[in-house]
């Protein structure tokens, strides 16, 4: 079964820290995501990736940052973090194209 | 931004009934449809999806309307179940070879027995 998993349901964290948000998929899929989910919002896309050290901006990707340095795994990097950045981030993945597969997410308050 | 428009924001359906959520969307380079239904404390799930070549597609009890004139598009859900109680999202992508979805703001569907 396909399986793209998100390093922490939950997380809190302090303004002005670093924060690491970690996804890792396991079906050897070339594009990876990270969206923002927020209530009313729907999902909102920060970046992308299309293959290894490749990114993209997505809608929203100004507080954040994106690293790939292998194949199966896709981090997100709050730089600072503020208090408007508190909201659920997902993960997603595919062998091409939109994202197919989706983490369960990580819940990121910051406080 | 280009917008995908979704209503109802929620939906309450009896058992057995007919679930409709509707999108409707602004861009017309827009070339792929998906629709996500998404459980709580999950992550969505694609569900089905529609190109602009055809009106319809069904699967299994899910089917897709498409009215590329009126630019929007439908979910419907036929039997509604309990089980089908999820919050359900569509999206649009803008041109083939992109990345980008374009998604709703989702619809809460609650079926009740």
């Known amino acids: 079964d396909v399986k793209v998993t998100q390093s922490s349901r939950y997380l809190v964290k302090r303004t002005g820290e670093k924060v690491f948000l970690e996804c890792v998929q396991d079906?050897?899929?070339?594009?990876m995501f990270w969206y923002r989910q927020d209530p009313g919002l729907g999902l909102r896309l920060i970046y992308f990736?299309?293959?290894?050290?490749?990114?993209e901006k997505g809608d929203i990707p100004e507080g954040y940052s994106v690293s790939r340095e292998k194949k199966e795994r896709f981090s997100l990097i709050l730089e600072s973090a503020s208090t408007n950045q508190t909201s659920m981030y997902l993960c997603?993945?595919?062998?091409?194209?939109?994202?197919?597969?989706f983490g369960d997410g990580t819940r990121l308050s910051i406080l | 931004q280009q917008q995908v428009k979704q209503s109802p924001q929620s939906l309450i359906v009896q058992k057995g009934g007919i679930s409709i959520i509707n999108c409707a969307y602004e861009?017309?380079?827009?070339?792929?449809f998906p629709w996500y239904q998404q459980f709580p404390g999950k992550g969505p799930a694609l569900l089905i999806a529609?190109?602009?070549?055809?009106s319809e597609k069904k699967e299994g009890r899910f089917t897709i309307s498409f009215n590329k004139s009126a630019k929007q598009f439908s979910l419907h859900i036929m039997d509604s179940q309990p089980g089908d109680s999820a919050t359900y999202f569509c999206?649009?992508?803008?041109?083939?070879?992109?990345?980008?979805?374009?998604f709703g703001k989702g619809t809460k569907l609650s079926v009740i027995p």
């Open positions: 999206a649009s992508r803008s041109g083939a070879g992109s990345y980008q979805l374009t």
């Open positions: 997603a993945s595919s062998f091409f194209g939109q994202p197919q597969h």
């Open positions: 529609i190109r602009p070549d055809v």
């Open positions: 990736s299309y293959d290894v050290k490749m990114k």
């Open positions: 079906m050897d899929h070339e594009n």
């Open positions: 861009n017309t380079a827009f070339d792929y």
